[in-house]
């Protein structure tokens, strides 16, 4: 599985921005994708992910209510919708995959085992 993420950007806060993660493999569609976010000298944090069955959804705290996680089958493609955007939402996103044959969501990333290259997101006050 090849991930390439895409869409970041600079935006006002409170502005709005659309991530994209591609996807490549014929397994892409089977797995549980998310998204995290590590800001300089962070760890990198879950932010959201969608399961590849059911389309379930979860979320990190800091974003509910804000950001927006869902895919497009047919494009082999996963979104990460973000809304009401906070300077401390500053920091490279990636996508990753968790791998074939893992259908719930998992928070930690140690559990993704496919990541994409990150695409930096920068929110000025």
């Known amino acids: 599985v090849q991930l390439q993420a895409s869409g970041g950007g600079l935006v006002q806060a409170g502005g709005s921005l659309r991530l994209s993660c591609a996807g490549s493999?014929?397994?892409?569609?089977?797995?549980?994708v998310g998204w995290f976010y590590q800001a300089p000298g962070k760890a990198r944090e879950f932010v959201a992910a969608?399961?590849?069955?059911?389309?379930?959804?979860a979320y990190g705290d800091s974003v509910k209510g804000r950001f927006t996680i869902s895919r497009d089958v047919a494009q082999n493609t996963v979104y990460l919708q973000m809304n009401n955007l906070k300077p401390e939402d500053t920091a490279v996103y990636y996508c990753?995959?968790?791998?074939?044959?893992?259908?719930?969501?998992?928070?930690?990333?140690?559990?993704?085992?496919?990541w994409g290259q990150g695409t930096q997101v920068t929110v000025s006050s």
């Open positions: 990753a995959a968790r791998g074939s044959g893992f259908t719930v969501i998992a928070r930690s990333r140690s559990q993704y085992r496919y």
């Open positions: 493999g014929r397994t892409f569609s089977n797995n549980v």
């Open positions: 969608i399961s590849p069955v059911s389309s379930s959804t």
